[in-house]
C-alpha cells in the first residue's frame, strides 16, 4: 500500500520508526518495522489510537506487542485488496456482457424489423422470386441473432466460471485474513468477532458459555535457550493440541504470543473445565524434539483460567475475569486449570 510518493517524507518516517522500535526493544524484523511505519506515518487512526492507549497506561511494546498489532491491523488488508481487484475485474465483465445484450437486442429489433418488412412486401401478386427474396431475408435475420445468442450464452458461462473464481479468491482472502499464520489457528480479530457473537447468542438463548484463556508456561527459556524456530514448533505444537482437543462447535484461537483462547459455547463451568484439562494432559504429553538435531528438548506445559459468562457481561469483562484465573493458575504452580470458583477456594484457604 502506497504512503507517500515523496521520499524525504518516507525516509523521515522510516527513521522515526526504527527509532521507535529500538526504544521500545523491537526486532526490526519485517512485519514489525510495517507496524511502526504505519504509526508514524499516522496512516491507519485505529491502530494508532490502540498504540498510543497502550503507552499512556504503561502497557509494555515489544516484539509481542507487535506480532499481535500487525496481527489486528495489517493481517485484514489482503482482503480488501483482494475485495477492490474483484470489483475491478467484475466491473469488465459486466461491462462486456453489457454490450453483448445490447447487441443481442439490436439483433432481435432486425429481426422484428425484416419480419416487418417481409409482411408488408408480400401480397396476393407477389411471385415465388419475391417470395424467396424475402424468406432468404428473414433467414439471414435469424441467423445473425442465433450467432449473437449463441455468443451471449457462451459469455455468460465464461463469467459464470469468472465469477466462480473471484468468489473462490475472496473466500480465501477473507479466510486468511483471520487466521493466524504461524498456527492455521483464528487470529485476534476473528476471535473478537466470533467472541461477541456468541455472547449475543447465549444471551439471546439464554445457554451458559465459557471462555477459556490459556499459555505456555516458560515460553521465554525456550525462545532464549533454543531460538525463535524452537519457539515457532512449541507454538504450532500446543496449537495443534488445542483444537485436536476442543469441540467442533468451539472457537479456537490464538489470542497473542503464546496466549491461546477457547470459546466454549453451551458448556457448563465444570464441563470447561474438563475440556480444558484434557488438553493440558495432552500438551503435557506430547515430548518436544529439535527438528534439525533430533535432539529431545523436554516437555511443555500450560497453565489455564475458565470464566463463565455472567447476564449482560460484555466481551471484555470476561476475557478480564478468564485472563485473571490464568494468572491464579500461574501463581499457583503452573501445569493446572483454574476457575473462578476454584480461585475463591484458594483465596479462601490462603487467607
Known sequence: ?????????????ST???GLMARHGVVPLPENY?????YVSGHNSELNDEIDKRLKEGQPINEKTSAELHQRFASHESLAEAALDAGERLNVEVDKIMKLVEATADGSNELGTSMRQASAELTAKSTPKDVRRVV?????????????SRELEARLNETKGELKTLRTNLTKARNEARTDGLTGLANRKAFDEALAQEIAQATREQTPLCLVIGDIDHFKQFNDTWGHRTGDQVL???ASCLKSGARERDTVARYGGEEFAIIVPGAT?????KLANGIREV????ELVKRSTGETLGRVTMSLGVATMRPGESPATLIERADACLYAAKRGGRNRVVSETQDLQIRAKAS
Open 269 to 273: 463451568t465444570s464441563e470447561t473445565e
Open 136 to 148: 432468404e431475408a428473414i433467414v439471414t435475420a435469424t441467423r445473425k441473432m442465433e450467432n449473437r
Open 1 to 13: 500500500m502506497t504512503y507517500t510518493d515523496d521520499i524525504a517524507v518516507a525516509t523521515e518516517w
Open 34 to 38: 510495517d507496524i511502526w511505519f504505519r
Open 236 to 238: 504450532r505444537l500446543v
Open 283 to 286: 500438551v503435557q504429553a506430547r
Open 16 to 18: 522515526r520508526a526504527l
